[in-house]
């Protein structure tokens, strides 16, 4: 394992520790969330069904993944940067988007820690050697044609509501219903997310070395995405509380076909002929 790699174990560890204390607190002291700064109760009850999927789905996969990793696993590298990346799209919209509370720092913290990790792990890999691990028969061009149907969905669906505001005059659906004072959703799915998901489709559709590691982590991604939200819905329909519990059915659809189609993808990694990629 190259220093890098090493120190982006140990930095790893760092974000999934903090993690899990961040998503412990919400979950054992959810009025901490509203401590300074209001926020709807239906939000509040998101956040704390997040929490729960990050303590007991997101670190655990974060962990066994991280370790795999370290014995040489593409598939765990693999599913290692996606968890990362999980860990960078969600922390940044919590710092962003969450009303100011005694946990800023340590959100701070765990984004800081998932982007350094997730960086510094991804240039630890060789493309081409990734490539090289899967066998023939891994499901490609299906797994590159969901990336990139989920990215147009998401892509035209936000667009469609920035462009009828623009129109009207209003507010975007998604600045009223969080009472956000800008879009943090849309931002990072535009400017990272839904570009990832169509770069990395498309790479991996043409069998680009580099496809496979984007096309990898972004269906990683997109499975823990769908499954925390789906998470959220269920807390809210627990709860009784009358958010937007209907997208939870897409949702989990999504996180369905990406769980499926990470395991029948990433099954055909085989192990590099000689040290870790």
């Keep these: 394992m190259t220093s890098a ?17 961040a998503a412990a607190v919400g979950v054992v002291w959810p009025s901490i969330y509203t401590a300074y700064l209001p926020m709807p109760p239906w939000a509040h009850v998101e956040a704390v069904g997040q929490d ?9 996969l974060l ?5 795999a990793a370290g014995r ?3 598939a765990g590298h693999l599913v290692w940067l996606g968890t990362l990346a999980y860990g960078t799209y969600f922390y940044a919209l919590i710092t962003f988007g969450y009303p100011y509370n005694p946990l800023f720092m ?22 081409e050697r990734v490539a090289a691990a899967f066998a023939g028969r891994a499901p490609v061009r299906a797994v590159a044609g969901f990336l990139m ?15 009828s505001a623009l129109w009207t005059g209003r507010l975007p659906a998604i600045v009223t219903r969080f009472e ?7 931002a990072l799915d535009l400017a990272f997310s839904v570009p990832a998901l169509l770069i990395g489709g498309l790479l991996l559709w043409r069998r680009h070395p580099a496809g496979y590691v984007l096309g990898g982590l972004m269906l990683v991604l997109a499975g823990l995405v769908g499954a925390a939200l789906v998470a959220m819905g269920a807390a809210l329909w627990i709860a009784g509380q009358p958010g937007d519990v209907l997208p939870t059915v897409p949702m989990a659809a999504i996180a369905l076909c990406a769980g499926v189609l990470a395991v029948a993808f990433l099954r055909h990694a085989q192990p590099p002929s000689h040290g870790a990629p």
């Design 5 to 21: 790699l090493h120190l982006a174990h140990r930095t790893s560890l760092a974000a999934a520790t903090l993690m899990a204390l």
């Design 63 to 67: 962990l066994l993944s991280l370790r």
């Design 106 to 127: 340590l959100y701070t913290a765990v984004l800081g820690l998932s982007v350094f990790s997730l960086v510094t792990g991804a240039m630890g890999l060789e493309a």
């Design 180 to 186: 956000f004072p800008t879009a943090p959703i849309y």
């Design 52 to 60: 729960v999927l990050t303590l007991f789905g997101v670190i655990p």
């Design 149 to 163: 149907a989920v990215g147009l969905v998401f892509a035209g669906l936000w667009l469609a509501d920035i462009v």
């Design 72 to 74: 040489g696993s593409v």
